[in-house]
């Protein structure tokens, strides 16, 4: 069985972060067995989450990378045979996801309002040991993703600024969605998974924010809305709901 190892229990979310539910999604609709274990980061093949171990005990890291072997190995999912997930369109739409939209919630929830930061700690604080997990996220890891975001860019515009150019994110990939049910098409494949785990982040975290209300109310972006309450089905391991 494979182990996927990551922050775990977020918001009715398998996790807080898009790329652990992106990848129990996937082994969901793949239907491959796995369990669930909180991350130990010194284990870490890559120093990030998620990380699996494979039966025979290989280790992997990175969502993307983990993906692509379990893919070699396995073959890829329904929607990968309709509309291959190096297509240079869903290639585009995943480096919007993963390299712009990530980075703009990423800071609205660590880098953001003390609310904001408030329900990040709460998600986290289980499994973390008491009283110095909490503080450990407040003076050391909050000033940390504070520098990732400046570094990376978003992090030097202001809260406006950020959340504008994470709606146009939104806009644009909801054209290229359309009216069909999945990037994919008709079913549900590899790029379907990162785009459902990436709605799930913005729309069920529990303070509200200008991206979020943007998701939630624009008529435009209702195909992305209805994306997302489609895949609940299909993967019970990262909706829990």
Not at 66 to 87: C, M, W, Y
Not at 152 to 165: F, T, V, Y
Not at 188 to 196: F, M, Q, S, V, Y
Not at 220 to 231: D, S
């Amino acid at each position: 069985m494979i182990i996927v190892h990551g922050q775990l229990n977020a918001w009715g979310l398998c996790s807080a972060s898009p790329f652990v539910n992106k990848l129990v999604m996937w082994l969901d609709v793949k239907g491959l067995p796995y369990s669930l274990a909180p991350a130990d980061m010194s284990q870490a093949p890559k120093g990030k989450i998620p990380w699996v171990e494979l039966p025979g005990g290989e280790r992997l890291g990175d969502s993307g990378d983990i993906i692509a072997t379990l893919t070699e190995r396995h073959g890829g999912l329904p929607g990968d045979a309709l509309r291959p997930a190096n297509d240079p369109v869903l290639h585009l739409v995943r480096r919007t996801l993963e390299e712009s939209l990530y980075f703009a919630t990423l800071t609205t929830r660590w880098a953001g309002s003390d609310a904001a930061f408030e329900a990040v700690v709460t998600a986290f604080a289980p499994a973390l040991p008491p009283v110095i997990g909490p503080l450990a996220l407040r003076y050391v890891v909050r000033p940390n993703v504070r520098r990732t975001a400046r570094a990376q860019g978003i992090g030097r515009h202001s809260p406006e600024a950020i959340a504008a150019r994470a709606i146009a994110d939104l806009r644009a990939v909801s054209a290229v969605l359309g009216q069909s049910p999945w990037l994919s098409g008709d079913a549900p494949g590899t790029i379907d998974c990162g785009l459902w785990a990436a709605m799930g982040g913005v729309l069920v975290f529990p303070v509200d924010n200008p991206i979020q209300a943007a998701l939630k109310t624009e008529p435009g972006l209702a195909n992305l809305r209805a994306l997302f309450e489609r895949g609940k089905a299909l993967t019970p391991g990262a909706w829990v709901g």
